[in-house]
Structure formats: C-alpha cells, structure tokens
C-alpha cells in the first residue's frame, strides 16, 4: 500500500482495527495520508456540527485546511510545521472536550460512515 500500490480509501482503513490503521498509514504515500486525514475531521465536522459552536467549528476548519501532504512527509520540516500545525492543534485542545479531540485527531477515533 505503498506509493506504487495506489491509493486507499477513508473506508477501506477506518474500518480496520487501529493497528491495522498504523500499518496501512505508515505504508501509503503523504498525499494518501492527508487525504485520509482530512476526510475523517471532515467527517467529523459534518457529523457534530449541529452541536458545537462557530468557534469550534472554525477551529476545526482551520486545522483541515493546513493539512497538507508536507506534514505528512518522512523529512518534513519540524520546525516549519510547529510554526503553522502546532499553534492550531494548541487552539483546539483549548475549545474542544478530550472525547472529541480523540474522535477528531487519533488513529483510535471511530469510522465516520459518509453522510
């Protein structure tokens, strides 16, 4: 699943095990990886947006927006992206409850069917 292997889908790896989440993610390209980042905290958003506040909700569209494949790449720029990714992260940890962070954020978070 690797670059030469094509790409997989948000479904295809949220609905496996978390380990088995980790080994596909480690093994796809950093484009493949965005994506898959970005379409479960767009799912996400989608799913609770009815509840949460315009700041919550603009948080969290901030963060989706600066994901991009660089974050992604093995030597990517630490100090690059703690500038740009860190400061968001920072603001959302500040407006959102852990439950929803690690709904939002981890590779532990729960498949998030399309609506």
Known sequence: MDEEHGEVSYD???RKPSGERLRIFN?????????LVRTHAGRWL?????RLSAG???AVERVIAAIE?????????EAAFEKEFE???KNLETLLPRE??????TRNADHIPES
């Open 46 to 50: 989608a799913a609770n947006r009815a």
């Open 12 to 14: 295809e790896v949220f």
């Open 69 to 77: 494949p660089k974050w992604y790449e093995p030597e990517r720029d």
């Open 27 to 35: 093994e796809v390209s950093a484009d493949n990886r965005a994506l």
């Open 87 to 89: 400061p968001l992260i």
């Open 100 to 105: 929803d962070l690690r709904q939002l954020a």
């Open 56 to 58: 919550q909700i603009a």
